[in-house]
């Protein structure tokens, strides 16, 4: 099993910048990819970008392409969110996920989540 624990996340105003870490333990070796996810109250979970753990090969959503880069810490087994230009609709729950395979697209295991909150 692999554990993630998300930290980071709090109050910003917008135009603001937050970073998020994700610290991954246990079965590391098996992360193919780590991704960031996010989910606003009301709405469904929404993809927010990815990062290869071996390599560095990133993709991003469109909603936050250039205002927000994944980056890593492989040393650390952390992954980072770095989130700038931000806006009140970025406001939501902030989850790092990992999957051992390119063959799904199904994340296999989830943080508790971080809330970030962007005021107008």
């Known amino acids: 099993q692999v554990q993630l624990a998300e930290s980071g996340g709090g109050l910003v105003q917008a135009g603001g910048s937050l970073r998020l870490s994700c610290a991954a333990s246990g079965r590391t070796f098996s992360v193919y990819t780590m991704a960031w996810f996010r989910q606003a109250p009301g709405k469904e979970r929404e993809f927010v970008g990815r990062?290869?753990?071996?390599?560095?090969?990133?993709f991003y959503a469109g909603s936050v392409k250039g205002r927000f880069t994944i980056s890593k810490d492989n040393a650390k087994n952390t992954v980072y969110l770095q989130m700038n230009s931000l806006k009140p609709e970025d406001t939501a729950v902030y989850y790092c996920a990992t999957k051992s395979t390119a063959l799904t697209t199904t994340y296999d295991y989830w943080g508790q989540g971080t809330q970030v909150t962007v005021s107008s």
């Open positions: 990062i290869r753990w071996n390599g560095s090969s990133t």
